[in-house]
């Protein structure tokens, strides 16, 4: 083992985390900055730029005397619309990716500006929250973000890199985000750009997600205590540095992501992927291959506000759930809280809970919960391509061994719970950087393993059935509830 490390940070939705790799992989040491999320108006999700680097800052200094670097990388969130001015700087607030003000009616409208065939193109069926939206948005409301933008960046990530080097670069996998890159040859799609009034130089350079774009300057390493010349890769949007985390890159692997929200995706060939799906397919961050995401809303969310309603904290939750898991009743939650984007995107329909009698405590309410989570998951792998071997599961909500083994019940899948799995981005994003950066590729991690019991495996095939009617009648009286009470 050398003394080498790599510096990843990770431009989350709500925080920024700064962690030190060494050489095989193991953190060395992490700290996270947090940042405000703004409602300017009803459906509107901003974040300043500006916050984003300053918590950079706070995080690097808090780690404390940097170890040697042999170079950083970057990842974060994606799909979102930073205008920057003629000195390079943004014009407002950032527009994120749940931003909700663009209307269904409203982006069918301005399709019709839009070449025909634009699903073809850019290889995902047209979406509210794509970047070329809401750059429609902003021409029409006359928001300096359209009006007055003289460059703009899509990734969060991506913002901090260009304050870092003064570089504008983009990977693929962001890229593929925006509605703007034709995803068979990856470049800017000249003939949509010209539909709102930008051309392929306001953009950034799509760059592959493992190229170094240059280093730190001077003044930048001043602010945030990083060495001035330190290699910076460009890394890739979330998504694509999630993949890389759970070491399932190569074609026909799948994984999930359990946050606060979550998504399953496996890595195909573009071939195979033969998008538009109902799915998204996103261009993977090196290499020619793409991956195939569906995102679902409510993940650790719905574990959250079910033990805040019961009146227990989350670990307490999660006991009170494993007390009853040799005889866990009947409850089984829908857990569309906040609707749902995939396999169906609904944002009307909302959560439910089946099967609850009088003899039920706070353990089975929670435990329905559970179940009803690994039910959401599977009912989105039956929308990719099977797994070949375990199924790889990141972020907090992988933490519960409980939770995990009910997804094991659920899937009929081997569940594998690698030990960085909080850290998944972050990681994902290191493996990445490591062989540009000089370093050996990291070999796949030990990882907890839960099987499938088979004497649950009947229960996993008639609760699947039940929560399969249950979400389709959910979607179909969501229209009803929505009617307003008579005054």
Known sequence: MTDEAILAVDVGTSSLKAVIFDAGGEIRAQQVAGYPTRHPEPGGVEQDPEDWWRALCVAVRNLGPLPRLTGMVLTGSMQNLIALDADARPLAPAILYSDARVGTDRRVGWEADLPVDLAQRIGNRPDNAQCVFRLFWCRDRADARGADARALLFGAKDAVIQRLTGRRVIDPTTAATTGLMTLATRSWDSEILAAIGFAAGDLPEIVPGDAVVGTVGPAPAAETGLPAGLPVVCGCGDAGAATWGAHAESPGRVYASLGTTGWVAATLSLEDAAPPRTTYTLAAPSGPDALVIAPFLTSGAALEWMAARVGLSLADAL????????????????????????????????????????????????????????????????????????????????????????????????????????????????RLAAPPLGLAQVPNPAVDIVEPRPERRERGHSRYRAYCLASDFARSIAPLLRHPVAR
Not at 394 to 415: C, E, F, K, P, Y
């Open 319 to 430: 006991e009170a759930a494993a007390q009853v898991d040799a005889d866990p009743g009947a409850c089984l939650f829908l857990p569309y809280l906040m609707g749902e984007r995939s396999p169906f995107e609904d944002q009307d329909v909302r959560a439910v809970m089946l099967g609850v009698d009088a003899a039920h405590g706070p353990g089975h309410l929670v435990y329905g919960v559970l179940e009803g989570l690994a039910y959401a998951i599977r009912l989105n792998l039956d929308a990719l391509p099977p797994s070949r071997g375990a199924l790889t599961v990141l972020g907090g909500g992988a933490d519960s061994v409980l939770q995990r083994q009910l997804l094991a019940d659920a899937t009929g899948l081997r569940i594998a719970a690698p030990p960085e799995r909080r850290a998944g981005p972050a990681y994902g994003a290191f």
